[in-house]
């Protein structure tokens, strides 16, 4: 089975910023989610930068799978433990060599995530807005620009709900004629 990954940037709690990824079978790319996905790494004692947080969509359930970043730990501690995992050297997880920055470290968790709100993601690319050189030229990353767009409800993690918001032109032309 081929999965997907889709990132976005969002805003924690502690006002940091953090790269979300969501894994999956299904070929998307999350837009927003409302709250913020990702839980509060300041009340876990994980304050730093280039933080990044791992999700799985499978089977209509999210799983928190890892939590990766430059974590700072206060003079003589160490970083602490979270649901029974320590944190391992980023570099080492991903067999990695040499580790040229001992700062980064990583939490294999793999647990389902408690996460109760809305994702808003979007399918199907509509390659009349590829652009004509992407290396020079930003691929856009809006709602708009995809065919299919849908608003997912999770309650505690769990799929609940699948709204789609912009169907597909196939669909949109098939309403009309109908």
């Known amino acids: 089975m081929e999965m997907h990954d889709s990132c976005h940037e969002v805003i924690l709690a502690d006002g940091s910023q953090c790269d979300i990824y969501v894994l999956s079978d299904e070929d998307f790319v999350v837009f927003r989610t409302k709250p913020a996905l990702g839980p509060d790494l300041s009340l876990l004692g994980l304050g730093g930068k280039r933080r990044s947080i791992r999700y799985r969509f499978e ?8 939590v990766m970043g430059e974590f700072r730990c206060r003079l003589f501690r160490s970083l602490p433990v979270i649901d029974g995992v320590t944190a391992m050297r980023s570099c080492e997880v991903d067999a990695e060599s040499p580790c040229d920055n001992p700062r980064m470290w990583q939490y294999t968790l793999r647990r389902p995530a408690d996460f109760t709100g809305t994702m808003l993601i979007g399918r199907d690319f509509d390659m009349r807005f590829w652009p004509k050189n992407e290396y020079t030229e930003r691929v856009p990353c809006n709602p708009d620009v995809y065919r299919v767009v849908e608003r ?27």
């Open 152 to 178: 997912l409800s999770f309650t505690a993690g769990r799929l609940t709900s699948r709204e789609q918001i912009k169907p597909a032109p196939d669909a949109q032309m098939m309403k009309e004629k109908g």
């Open 59 to 66: 089977n209509g359930q999210l799983w928190l799978e890892t």
